[in-house]
């Protein structure tokens, strides 16, 4: 689209066990950034910034927490249960790979 702005996306699906309780979360996020030289920043304390992007990410996760140990602390055990997460956050991206694939 003739635009110095990059686009990315993510999804997951991952699971933890520990020795208390199990952990699963699925989920995704996207990420839109854009380059500080393209907005007039080449160098930043003499640091040339040509591979530094700057942007918003925006993550969606359900995550489950089950199989909790009776020893288990009462953090753990009151975070038992799903939970639909969501956030945004600033992104500040470095990328200094110099090769199409």
Same mark, same amino acid.
Request: glycine residues 8%; charged residues 20%; aromatic residues 14%.
């Given at each position: 689209?003739?635009? $110095?702005?990059?686009f *990315? ?5 991952? %699971?933890? =066990?520990?020795? #208390?309780?199990?952990?699963e +979360? ?23 910034l040509? $591979?530094?992007?700057? *942007?918003l990410?925006?993550?969606?996760? %359900?995550? =489950?927490?089950? #199989?909790?140990?009776?020893? +288990? ?29």
């Amino acid at each position: 689209f003739d635009t $110095d702005l990059l686009f *990315g996306l993510d999804a997951f699906n991952w %699971r933890l =066990e520990f020795s #208390d309780f199990t952990r699963e +979360a699925t989920g995704g996020s996207i990420r839109f950034l854009y380059p500080l030289t393209s907005l007039g920043f080449p160098t930043l304390w003499g640091f040339p910034l040509d $591979d530094t992007s700057v *942007g918003l990410s925006y993550r969606l996760e %359900r995550a =489950e927490i089950t #199989d909790v140990s009776p020893t +288990a602390s009462t953090a753990i055990r009151t975070e038992q249960g799903s939970l639909l997460a969501s956030g945004i956050s600033p992104q500040l991206y470095r990328d200094t790979r110099n090769h199409p694939f």
